[in-house]
């Protein structure tokens, strides 16, 4: 059974930092691409950032460039975000979810986690 | 960027009786959207992708149609379980960035 369980969400004030973890099992994680995707309060879904299985390329939405790191470790099962410069806007219910195949491409996301919720405020 | 519209964003429909919900792009994306089921405190499921494929281990009252820029879910008979916030998302273009989410509908029990 495929299980993604994150971690690492928080009350952090703006300018912060926050490193989120995703745990995986189930499946050969280092397989497939996974990414982080986001919603924020009485928003929609809004994807963050991704990373290849296959190529190591990694990918982000604008909202991310330059503050946000996506990281794997295939010898742990675990994906990562590391979260700096934080803003109010980025407060959000932050969810790992995991692509059908080895890269972005054409993809949708087969399989998610409960989510960690982050609050960036003073 | 594709403006990815769901309509309507809240629909009350009463168990049992059928729940049509509507997804509209801004440009085409041919067959590349998915459905997902969100409720509060769960992960969210995929229901749909391809526009028309049931995930694994979802039921067949669930069905998703549409082509190029209109798509509907349809859930032909409501049970308890099904009241929710449904997205639609279109995966066409590249990069990922560009994978846009609908605003969500929020299926309410009448």
């Known amino acids: 059974e495929v299980q993604l369980l994150e971690s690492g969400g928080g009350l952090v004030q703006p300018g912060g930092s926050l490193r989120l973890s995703c745990a995986a099992s189930?499946?050969?994680?280092?397989?497939?691409?996974m990414s982080w995707v986001r919603r924020a309060p009485g928003k929609g879904l809004e994807w963050v950032s991704g990373?290849?299985?296959?190529?190591?390329?990694?990918y982000y939405a604008d909202s991310a460039k330059g503050r946000f790191a996506i990281s794997r470790d295939n010898s742990k099962n675990t994906l990562y975000l590391q979260m700096n410069s934080l803003r109010a806007e980025d407060t959000a219910v932050y969810y790992c979810a995991k692509s059908p195949g080895p890269t972005l491409l054409s993809y949708y996301f087969d399989y998610w986690g409960q989510g960690t919720l982050v609050t960036v405020s003073s | 960027e594709i403006v990815v519209t769901q309509s309507p964003a809240a629909l009350s429909v009463s168990p049992g009786e059928r729940a049509t919900l509507s997804c509209r792009a801004s440009q085409t994306v041919g067959s590349n959207l998915a459905w997902y089921q969100l409720k509060p405190g769960q992960a969210p499921r995929l229901l749909i992708y391809g526009a028309s494929t049931r995930a694994t281990g979802i039921p067949a009252r669930f069905s998703g149609s549409g082509s190029g820029t209109e798509f509907t879910l349809t859930i032909s008979s409501l049970q308890s379980e099904d009241f929710a916030v449904y997205y639609c998302q279109q995966y066409n273009n590249w990069p990922p960035s560009m994978y846009t989410f609908g605003q969500g509908t929020k299926l309410e029990i009448k």
């Open positions: 189930g499946f050969t994680f280092s397989s497939y691409a």
């Open positions: 990373f290849s299985g296959s190529s190591g390329s990694t």
